[in-house]
């Protein structure tokens, strides 16, 4: 009798477990046929807690975790707005579910399968990111790119290519962490790529730039000496070290390397048009009108030359006229003959200020100057005409 009775136990016990794991097998046959809804009702009952029998059979059980994974994966694809509506970040929480999976597969049972759902959802989330970024949608292109590298760092996937570095995905993560404004991040996932040298010598300018948006100026000017310490013939990288001097005050330091920098590149009209105004800076008037001379033989199209020229000779026209202002009302003769001084200067400010509005006809500053200086050449057609066009 005793007999009888623990085998009708045991039997008992089969008919339970194989009852409560078809709730798995059920939500996954509904998964396979687009009924997600009911496919998470039966999942659900699966993992509720309050339930004994889910808490000693479907909970522990790998399975269960590796179904729900792909129900909401499958969720992720859907092209029906209501199954979609059934979670507001599927992937995460297919993620999740697989890391169970592989957590409670002690006898290592689904680790081949619940490998391939992983690769399948690098694809999703890689799908997920670029869409994401394209969006303006920063942050969850950061979360998606972090999932990917996190899967590739999972035991099961990692042993397949131990020493595999994704440096497209770790160099995205860090753009899409600097477009979030998460600096710290960018410096994280974009010194990673630099230490494999994915992108060059523009990662440390990127690097630098993150910095400078948290205002570490010193660890920004580090990035790209860094950066031109290992690639010396990038002027990408140089460039961004002559604006970074130039933006803390390290005029000498700035012109030193603005001159590497015309050794490498002579045809560069930036170059020059730097140099110009580092010039002007120090005051050498006659060494920044050479650069911009310069800069404008090499482009003749280039606006900046021309304009930090006339704005050059203007502004010395508006200092000699405060010369001659400063002469006492008795002492006339003197006057007019400072003032003359002055448009010696307005006369060779005004060539390259027509030039600029040859250029671009509607910039509003060379209009405003060429106003005042056809006022003070007494060109009262020309005056006109500029009156109008600013609808004065």
């Known amino acids: 009798m005793k007999k009888t009775i623990i085998l009708l136990v045991l039997v008992f016990s089969v008919s339970v477990a194989f009852a409560q794991k078809g709730k798995v097998t059920s939500a996954q046959n509904l998964k396979e046929s687009g009924k997600l809804d009911k496919a998470l009702e039966s999942l659900d009952e699966a993992l509720d807690t309050s339930d004994d029998k889910a808490v000693k059979k479907t909970i522990p059980w790998p399975k269960t975790w590796e179904v729900r994974g792909e129900i909401y994966q ?134 630098s730039e993150s910095y400078i948006q948290m205002q570490d100026t010193v660890n920004a000017l580090k990035a790209v000496q860094d950066g031109f310490e290992k690639y010396p013939d990038d002027n990408n990288v140089l460039t961004s070290m002559i604006d970074l001097y130039m933006k803390i005050g390290k005029n000498e330091e700035a012109l030193k390397y603005l001159d590497m920098a015309i050794e490498q590149d002579p045809n560069n009209v930036t170059y020059y048009f730097a140099k110009g105004a580092l010039y002007e800076k120090f005051g050498d008037e006659e060494k920044a009108v050479e650069a911009y001379q310069k800069a404008s033989e090499i482009d003749p199209t280039f606006f900046n030359a021309y304009y930090n020229l006339g704005a050059l000779y203007y502004n010395k026209g508006v200092k000699q006229i405060e010369v001659a202002t400063a002469i006492p009302p008795s002492e006339n003769e003197k006057y007019e003959a400072e003032l003359k001084k002055a448009d010696v200067w307005f006369q060779k400010a005004l060539p390259y200020m027509e030039k600029c509005r040859e250029l671009n006809p509607e910039d509003e500053m060379t209009l405003e100057s060429l106003k005042n200086l056809y006022y003070r050449m007494k060109n009262m057609e020309k005056y006109n005409e500029i009156l109008e066009l600013l609808g004065q």
Not at 116 to 125: H, M, P, S
């Open 74 to 207: 499958a969720i992720f694809a859907s092209q029906d707005k209501n199954m979609k509506a059934l979670s507001d970040d599927p992937l995460t929480v297919a993620l999740e579910s697989y890391k169970k999976a592989l957590e409670l597969d002690e006898k290592d049972k689904f680790s081949k399968s619940v490998k391939i759902k992983l690769t399948l959802l690098t694809n999703d989330l890689t799908n997920q990111a670029v869409e994401a970024f394209n969006n303006d949608d920063y942050e969850l292109a950061l979360k998606s790119f972090e999932q990917i590298l996190e899967i590739q760092d999972i035991p099961v996937v990692k042993e397949d290519s131990p020493n595999a570095v994704d440096t497209v995905i770790i160099f995205n993560a860090g753009l899409a962490a600097f477009n979030a404004q998460n600096y710290e991040k960018a410096v994280e996932y974009y010194g990673e790529a630099a230490k494999h040298g994915y992108n060059g010598a523009r990662t440390y300018s990127l690097i």
